[in-house]
């Protein structure tokens, strides 16, 4: 026997996911031999719209970044308060800034089928 998840469970467990998820940083490459990622500047704070439809979207209107010359941006990193890692994207494509800029995440959605 199987079940169904419906919207109103899926909205619950989003909604939940979005009062933990409070802020937004961004990784360079791992490391060759650790695996590890290092964090490129600070973390910004993150909100969240209201789950509907099984689906819940950014409340913040744009994420950025600054990124110095020579940095390179692989991973988007979703944390917690306390700074713990919850979620992460990884970039099909690794930017590597030529001078100083700016790394911009205008739209992040959930979903939960």
Do not use: C, H
């Amino acid at each position: 026997m199987g079940f169904v998840l419906t919207n109103l469970l899926r909205d619950a467990a989003l909604d939940g996911v979005g009062t933990l998820i409070t802020k937004a940083g961004v990784y360079g490459p791992p490391d060759e031999i650790t695996g590890i990622r290092t964090q490129i500047g600070t973390d910004i704070a993150l909100t969240w719209n209201s789950a509907s439809g099984g689906t819940m979207t950014m409340a913040t209107t744009e994420l950025v970044f600054d990124i110095s010359e020579g940095d390179s941006v692989s991973a988007v990193i979703l944390k917690n308060t306390s700074g713990t890692e919850a979620l992460y994207f990884t970039l099909e494509q690794q930017y590597t800034f030529q001078s100083d800029g700016t790394f911009t995440v205008s739209e992040i959605t959930l979903t939960v089928n």
